[in-house]
């Protein structure tokens, strides 16, 4: 795995919890991990640290380190703020669109469409993560896509389990409707758009939370 084996596994490890590959609840074991991955325990205990320092697991004495489940709360702080964010970027990149920007943006979506039906949503949600930092690319906000990227771990949770169960069309849609404003230069428009699709969440969560409760660490009000 390389000279930095800590933070590799942690990243491995990390990207397999927020894909659900190991769902909430899960029992992780040290010494299972590190024959998994033909590494020391070391670097698997370092890992196992920074996910409790994200409440990705959870430490139990005497009986174990555990997948956590998702938190509500996280999941609805994320999408707070990356609605404030993303709406002001939106507004901002219609103001003056980039011929090249918004090339790559439409190739990203026609991408998207593509594989709108793979059973794995992996290479879906790489390419919408995509369509957003190209977004914050567009309007020289990287380092804020950066600490976005940070805060939405919860977030990103919900989003894998609501892409395999929920129409992906209707987010390609909303990225179209976005990118349509933002060539129309109607900043307004824009933002209304990038607001409208974070927002999807709010209704998705309480749908998903009916079929699997056992993800979620509370109960989730809401939905239709």
Known sequence: MGVAVGP?????????????DLPPGARISEAEIAVGYNVSRQPVREAFIKLAEESLVEVRPQRGTYVRRISVPAVMT????????????????AQHPNTDFMRALRVLIEQQR??????????FLRLDEAFHRTLAEAAGQV???????GLKTQMDRVRYITARQLPRERLIDQHNAILDAIEAGDGGAAE????SH?????TDLPLIARTEPEFFDEPVEGGT
């Not at 380092?143 to 990227?149: G, M, S």
């Open 78 to 93: 994320a999408r707070f703020i990356r609605e404030a964010v993303e709406a002001d970027i939106a507004r901002q990149v």
């Open 198 to 202: 974070l927002k999807e969440i709010m």
């Open 192 to 195: 209304a758009a990038m607001r």
């Open 114 to 123: 593509a594989i709108a039906q793979d059973a794995d949503p992996s290479v």
């Open 143 to 149: 380092a804020v896509w950066d600490i976005l990227e």
């Open 8 to 20: 590799q596994l942690y990243r491995l490890l990390r990207e397999r919890i927020i894909r659900g």
